[in-house]
């Protein structure tokens, strides 16, 4: 069947129904023509055996006679009847007769046989002691051919009742067989007509079908080399869109390590610029004043006395303490900035660890001016690239950055959870919140630059908030990035930017 199968694939719908509904359809054919012939053939039989029965019976009935009264048949109506089946004309029609008590008993015979002996009775005799004609096409051979007397192997074998006593009383049953030629071209002209009306009928309904199944084969063929035509350049088009994303996914990565490199360059910068420079001028601004405090009080040399003055020196020590506060205030500053461009090593760090180590220095630097509760579930088997790790520590410490700066005072709730989708972070606080629609209207960088490092990892990004009712962040990350998300679109759902 699986070899038929094979072979049967290669082609197309209407080829594997010519091949597989013609057997079907022949056999169908074959067996109504056959079946039409059986019934035309019971048909004929039965009518020829009861035309035939009326005959005997009204031929033989009156002979009968006395068969009530006797239970045998006399001389007289014996040789009366062997006359009969050698003179009648409705005998010659009949090649062998038997006359049968109901009990089984042989009455007469025409070839003189089983006269007197009493045989086992039959369907066709015990139909016909009920009062109804039996006829069928017998075959017989052997020794059950010679005892029913069956001429020859094949007959048209009738049973019909002859009444006697008044024509109401079944005295007798009649047996006779006549030849089947005239059932068998009867029979088989039927037989023919119905075989061509069938395999008409068929052929007909066969053309028919194959018509419809060879439209709708065509029709399939010319959708399937469609589906291949498209499912090719589908094809094409997913294997650039491959190569599309493999080069954003580079160039994400690159941005992300180009970012980072600046940073780290700009917080060494800071560190060895500005910052030694503005400790260099703390360090001069304390010695001017270390000088002016001395000539205050008279102690000053004379370059430092003749230049200003005892009373001028003493006038520019509340300045001096001024420029001096600012300086230390700008260095700490810039050394907070620096610390914060400055990158830790995320690399050996789980996704936990890495939000534990942002707010642990949140909380360092703003001396628990905002409390930060961090609830975490991490799968510990599910890996993170460090680009990942990057991006969720950059926007923790924005988050809470933004948290100081605009909610200082309140509490924040930051949770990290990771699942089969990815990552997800949320950041909430209890602070004033903002209009949207304002901070839209300012284009402040904050939340800009977040969302941009949310998208080129194939994120989502999302904040909501309002006057009065705090403020809401969140992010939801691939556990490996897909830049500009899985279909290639901007998925950010951004409502302001702060």
């Excluded at 994303?245 to 994400?252: G, Y």
Aim: proline share 4%; aromatic share 4%; glycine share 10%.
């Amino acid at each position: 069947m699986s070899r038929l199968w094979s072979r049967l694939l290669p082609l197309s719908l209407s080829q594997q129904f010519l091949l597989v509904s013609f057997p079907v359809l022949l056999a169908s054919t074959l067996v109504i023509g056959w079946w039409v012939g059986k019934q035309v053939e019971e048909s004929v039989v039965h009518r020829i055996g009861g035309d035939t029965a009326l005959y005997v019976d009204g031929f033989i009935a009156p002979h009968l006679d006395g068969l009530h009264r006797t239970g045998q048949i006399g001389d007289a109506d014996r040789r009366a009847l062997e006359s009969l089946v050698v003179d009648a004309d409705w005998a010659k029609r009949i090649v062998s007769l038997r006359i049968w008590r109901p009990d089984g008993v042989v009455l007469f015979s025409s070839d003189g046989e089983g006269v007197g002996q009493k045989l086992e009775i039959d369907e066709g005799l015990e139909i016909a002691a009920a009062g109804s004609v039996y006829s069928e096409i017998s075959v017989r051979r052997g020794r059950r051919q010679t005892d029913h007397g069956q001429p020859l192997e094949r007959m048209i074998e009738t049973y019909t009742p002859i009444h006697t006593a008044g024509r109401g009383h079944i005295g007798a049953i009649a047996e006779f067989y006549q030849m089947p030629d005239e059932i068998d071209r009867e029979a088989g002209s039927a037989q023919r007509r119905g075989w061509l009306i069938v395999a008409g009928t068929m052929l007909a309904t066969y053309l028919l079908l194959f018509l419809l199944v060879r439209r709708g084969s065509q029709t399939i063929v010319n959708q399937r080399n469609e589906l291949r035509e498209r499912l090719m350049q589908l094809t094409a088009m997913h294997a650039q869109n491959d190569a599309l994303n493999a080069r954003v996914r580079r160039a994400a990565e690159d941005a992300i390590s180009t970012h980072e490199a600046l940073l780290q360059r700009v917080s060494a910068d800071v560190h060895d610029g500005p910052s030694q420079d503005l400790g260099f001028a703390l360090m001069q601004i304390k010695n001017l004043r270390d000088a002016q405090t001395d000539a205050a009080v008279g102690g000053a040399d004379a370059d430092v006395a003749g230049a200003f003055g005892p009373s001028v020196g003493a006038a520019l020590l509340p300045d001096l303490d001024r420029i001096s506060d600012a300086v230390q205030a700008a260095m700490r500053d810039l050394r907070a900035i620096s610390a914060d461009l400055e990158l830790p090593e995320l690399e050996p760090l789980a996704l936990d660890a890495v939000a534990a180590r942002v707010v642990r220095d949140f909380e360092a630097k703003t001396r628990g001016a905002v409390i930060v509760t961090l609830e975490t579930a991490v799968d510990p088997d599910q890996p993170a690239p460090l680009r990942i790790k990057t991006t969720l520590y950059r926007l923790l410490q924005e988050s809470l950055a933004n948290v100081f700066r605009h909610a200082r005072g309140s509490r924040c709730l930051v949770e990290l959870r990771t699942d089969a989708g990815g990552i997800r972070l949320a950041v909430d606080d209890d602070g004033p919140g903002f209009d949207p629609a304002q901070a839209r209207a300012h284009r402040r960088l904050g939340l800009s630059g977040m969302r941009q490092r949310v998208e080129s990892q194939g994120g989502t990004f999302g904040v909501s908030s309002a006057p009065g009712q705090g403020t809401r962040i969140r992010v939801d990350l691939p556990s490996t990035a897909r830049p500009g998300g899985e279909d290639g679109r901007n998925m950010t759902r951004t409502n302001d930017e702060r």
